[in-house]
């Protein structure tokens, strides 16, 4: 007996300041259909309450390293969703 499911990838997800105020986590682990995109991780936040607040473009880090939405997810990576930085 075969399986038709498709394989799943669970990343963690970080979120900082005023995102993290918004959604009302700092971090959360979430399980998304493969192959996934940073971008699928992004439209899954905004479709929870507060998410539609977080701008277009957030700045993304995935394993530590900037990424933009279209950058592939691996099992057990980690994004970190930035706010705008400033600096001095």
Same mark, same amino acid.
């Given at each position: 007996?075969?399986?038709?499911?498709a394989?799943?990838?669970?990343v963690?997800?970080?979120?900082?300041?005023?995102?993290?105020?918004?959604?009302?986590?700092?971090?959360?682990?979430?399980?998304?259909? /493969? +192959?996934?995109?940073? *971008? !699928?991780? &992004?439209?899954? %936040?905004?479709? @929870?309450? =507060? #998410?539609?607040?977080?701008?277009?473009?957030?700045?993304?880090?995935?394993?530590?390293?900037?990424?933009?939405?279209? /950058? +592939?997810?691996?099992? *057990? !990576?980690? &994004?970190a969703? %930035?706010?705008? @930085?400033? =600096? #001095?």
């Open positions: 007996m075969s399986s038709t499911a394989p799943t990838l669970t963690r997800v970080l979120l900082f300041a005023s995102y993290a105020d918004m959604l009302g986590f700092d971090a959360v682990e979430l399980s998304l259909e /493969a +192959p996934a995109t940073v *971008g !699928d991780v &992004l439209d899954h %936040l905004r479709a @929870l309450p =507060g #998410g539609e607040r977080l701008p277009p473009k957030p700045l993304c880090a995935l394993n530590l390293t900037h990424v933009g939405s279209d /950058a +592939p997810l691996s099992r *057990g !990576d980690e &994004l969703i %930035l706010p705008p @930085l400033a =600096g #001095g």
